[in-house]
């Protein structure tokens, strides 16, 4: 008969994990220089021994004396013993996708690993518990205040008294185990991962309000902590709202931020969703809308920055921040979008000053720029505006991906420096161009989506049925599921019928969030998705700097390695 889980117990259930406790017995308390001389092991599932493991390991050198009066093992007993050698691989597949167990697990782990390292296994990093941190955990100091193995047998009054022999030693802390872990059942741990959690210091507090997450459904979504004056502290996602939430008051939150969030809060609320694309975005535009206090990203996405072109008769780039039809971005800070400025001045003979140039009749002085041959001095009157606008469509088309040449000027600059021994010049200029491509790149990959009225893609979901999401100009307009067994093509046209109508904005985006285009556009390139439906192609530009991905990818190779070289 199938036991039905509790909402508790999605996860891991602790009943169904396979636990190898285990205890060594060694001549000194060094791994990297003492060896194994007992190894004793007991495996258990839901409270029964299934399996023990246990041998005396010749270590081949002699025993101190003390440690022959702890353990009683001489070196007359080892004598003939299976060395480690041939114990060693033994013990690993006994131990085989078990977690392991052991009182002061970094004591006897060290050893093993250590042994792994000397013997050319590989380590299996599995999951450990230790029961002297579960014991301090989870009982007062009044109650123990040793968390010895003796000191914790003679509490919990276990049938097998420890006596530093390893198979003994398991077979108690196989008891001591089950005592604790009867002690954590009663304060809600009762997988696998909320033991992992719960192993880390918390603070009472913490704890007490476990009870905010008793509501909460295990299903994807985006939580929402609450303030006293209904505030919105901080906003997350979670494939499993419950458990990720009743994580906050169990695991050890290291960012002292957010276990204040948690102290100030006293309502956990969630928004169910179809499937992890629909949690992400709606996370965003939650975070948009609430600027909640404690997360630190994504809360101002309105506020890229772009490169555009000035509206002149000599038009130069201006770093703003509202786009416009042919501008390059986004950029998430002005540095970037500035260092994309200087490597597109670097590509395109476009003016680097900021005056206002007349069509007609300019009388300004040459700069320095003009003594150098950088600018061919339109302020002066000596380009005019059909002169120059080459340069300007040059710009566009570089941004629309309808050329390149730009792109192929500047690896001849850098190879020109090169051989010229100017190499610092040559990686400043290559580093420049790699950020350019790499913002050319992704502006076009989201350009290209956002342009599309209406795009249905499918996902699996793992069990035999779909995620579907309908996407509008860039923006998720609707997400469902069909589990398996339902029939797909129904509920796409019912997630197609009810789907949020998009009016598009302006700029290369169509007024799209950047971050949420760049959210549906990994789900959407992600193996195994499938387009359903697009209402016109999906296409790239024929010269798109996405064909450059290589040249980026050699280029910065090169910079690691140099930087690696030290210099």
């Not at 914790?152 to 008891?175: M, Y």
């Not at 997450?213 to 997350?236: C, D, I, K, N």
């Not at 200029?429 to 599309?452: E, I, N, P, T, Y």
Request: net charge positive; charged share 25%.
């Amino acid at each position: 008969m199938t036991t039905q889980l509790t909402f508790d117990e999605l996860g891991t259930p602790l009943r169904e994990t396979t636990f190898v406790v285990f205890d060594l017995e060694t001549t000194g308390g060094r791994a990297d220089e003492d060896a194994i001389t007992e190894i004793g092991a007991v495996k258990v599932r839901g409270g029964r021994v299934i399996g023990e493991f246990g041998t005396l390991v010749d270590p081949e050198r002699g025993i101190p004396p003390q440690v022959v009066a702890l353990t009683g093992i001489t070196q007359l007993m080892v004598t003939g013993a299976p060395r480690l050698t041939t114990v060693l691989p033994a013990f690993l597949e006994f131990a085989a996708g078990a977690v392991l167990v052991a009182h002061n697990s970094g004591f006897d782990v060290g050893f093993i690993k250590a042994a792994c390292a000397r013997l050319g296994y590989t380590w299996p990093k599995p999951t450990v518990v230790c029961t002297v941190k579960l014991a301090r955990r989870v009982l007062s100091r009044e109650e123990a205040p040793s968390c010895r193995l003796s000191a914790l047998a003679h509490l919990f009054g276990v049938s097998v008294q420890p006596n530093h022999r390893a198979l003994i030693d398991a077979r108690a802390t196989v008891e001591v185990l089950h005592h604790l872990l009867e002690r954590v059942g009663s304060v809600g741990v009762h997988s696998l991962e909320e033991l992992v959690a719960y192993l880390p210091e918390v603070t009472p507090a913490q704890r007490r309000k476990r009870t905010l997450a008793a509501h909460l459904p295990s299903t994807p979504g985006v939580y929402l902590f609450r303030g006293p004056s209904e505030e919105v502290l901080y906003v997350g996602t979670a494939s499993d709202l419950r458990r990720r939430v009743r994580q906050y008051f169990t695991a050890s939150e290291g960012r002292k931020r957010l276990r204040e969030m948690v102290s100030l809060a006293v309502r956990v609320d969630a928004v169910e969703c179809a499937h992890s694309l629909e949690a992400e975005v709606r996370e965003l535009r939650l975070l948009t809308a609430h600027k909640p206090a404690y997360n630190r990203r994504s809360k101002n996405q309105g506020q890229a920055w772009w490169l555009v072109l000035t509206d002149e008769a000599f038009p130069r780039l201006s770093v703003v921040r509202t786009p416009r039809e042919g501008a390059l971005g986004p950029f998430r800070s002005r540095r970037l979008a500035e260092t994309a400025l200087e490597a597109m001045l670097e590509a395109v003979p476009l003016r680097a000053c900021s005056i206002r140039i007349p069509a007609r009749n300019a009388s300004a002085t040459p700069c320095a720029l003009f003594e150098l041959g950088r600018c061919k001095a339109p302020c002066a009157g000596r380009q005019s505006v059909d002169d120059y606008s080459p340069a300007v469509s040059a710009f566009r088309r570089l941004v629309a991906g309808a050329d390149v040449a730009p792109l192929r000027g500047l690896t001849e600059q850098i190879d020109a420096l090169a051989l010229a021994h100017r190499f610092e010049d040559a990686a400043t200029r290559r580093d420049r161009m790699s950020s350019l491509v790499r913002s050319l790149d992704r502006a076009q990959r989201l350009a290209g989506l956002a342009a599309l009225p209406e795009v249905v893609a499918a996902r699996p979901d793992g069990s035999g049925g779909w995620e579907f999401a309908v996407v509008r100009h860039g923006r998720l307009a609707s997400a469902g599921v069909a589990r398996r067994g339902t029939r797909p093509m129904p509920v796409v046209d019912a997630l197609v019928a009810s789907a949020e109508t998009v009016v598009p904005g302006e700029g290369p985006l169509f007024g799209a969030p950047a971050e949420e285009v760049a959210v549906v556009l990994r789900w959407i390139d992600r193996p195994g998705t499938r387009l359903v439906y697009c209402d016109r192609p999906w296409t790239s530009p024929a010269h798109a700097a996405g064909a450059w991905r290589d040249w980026v990818a050699r280029a910065e190779a090169g910079r690691d390695q140099y930087r690696v070289a030290g210099h």
